[in-house]
């Protein structure tokens, strides 16, 4: 009886050591939340961080113009201080972007494609961005002095960058129209289907059932979600595509920032709901 007694003693002290709180205990004050698993996530994808650090560089450029207007020239120069490095980062990240690009090349070319027209655009999509990377990649380079390239070569280098992928912008323009196309076919069909099942149900005094109609319907309300969403994400891109192709374009920084930043929060938006 005494043993056990002991072992209860025991077992009750080494309880009260695990529960005693701890001023080291620092994990306690956060409690568990889906939300900041989500987070880290999402910004443990380098698209996650990238558009994260699009935002930031894009509506930098309207809070620097913001100051400017009022006179606030070191408050701004301390948001380009930190806008400038992030522009030059995201470029550091976008190194890699040759390598899913070549994936997307070959499933392209080895699945069938919804239309002979997208197949083409997408193929053309391909090349502007094939040049447009290595481009970018040497642009980066030579401004930074790791290769010998003179500043007009460079600059040259960048106009051109932008040029393939200011054509890519405008191709996507063409793609989104085709998907809008035979995304209206589709939904033509099964609004077809419903009306005939209707029909099918009045005559026969039957109830049919509708629910793969309800899901076809369902599946085309995202797809034509996500046409909007792009379009809108394409429409912010292509101001600064044109603006950065032109050798002497009076498009305004602050305009930059606006058309970017909008193409950035559509950009963090759907990079956030696709992370789970």
Not at 187 to 214: F, R
Not at 223 to 234: P, W
């Amino acid at each position: 009886m005494v043993a056990a007694s002991k072992q209860e003693v025991d077992s009750v002290q080494e309880v009260a050591r695990k529960e005693k709180p701890s001023i080291l205990a620092l994990g306690k004050l956060f409690p568990q939340n889906q939300t900041l698993d989500r987070t880290v996530r999402f910004l443990n994808e380098v698209r996650g961080t990238d558009k994260t650090l699009m935002v930031v560089q894009y509506l930098s450029k309207i809070f620097i113009w913001y100051f400017l207007k009022r006179g606030r020239e070191s408050t701004a120069q301390r948001i380009r201080n930190l806008a400038n490095p992030i522009s030059d980062f995201r470029i550091l990240l976008r190194y890699y972007g040759l390598l899913p690009l070549i994936q997307w090349m070959q499933y392209v070319d080895s699945n069938p494609s919804p239309s002979p027209r997208l197949l083409f655009i997408d193929r053309l999509q391909n090349i502007c961005n094939l040049i447009y990377y290595p481009l970018e990649h040497i642009y980066w380079l030579g401004v930074h002095e790791v290769i010998p390239i003179s500043m007009e070569k460079t600059n040259k280098i960048a106009i051109w960058s932008c040029r393939f992928w200011a054509a890519y912008v405008v191709l996507q323009f063409v793609h989104l129209a085709e998907e809008h196309r035979l995304y209206k076919v589709r939904l033509h069909a099964v609004e077809a289907k419903v009306k005939a099942a209707d029909k099918t149900a009045k005559e026969t005094g039957q109830p049919v059932d509708k629910t793969e109609y309800k899901t076809e319907l369902a599946a085309l309300k995202v797809e034509k979600k996500g046409i909007f969403i792009n379009t809108v994400i394409n429409t912010g891109y292509l101001p600064l595509t044109v603006h950065w192709s032109l050798e002497n374009s009076t498009f305004p920084d602050v305009g930059v920032g606006i058309f970017g930043g909008i193409a950035a929060l559509v950009q963090l938006y759907v990079t956030w709901k696709s992370t789970v």
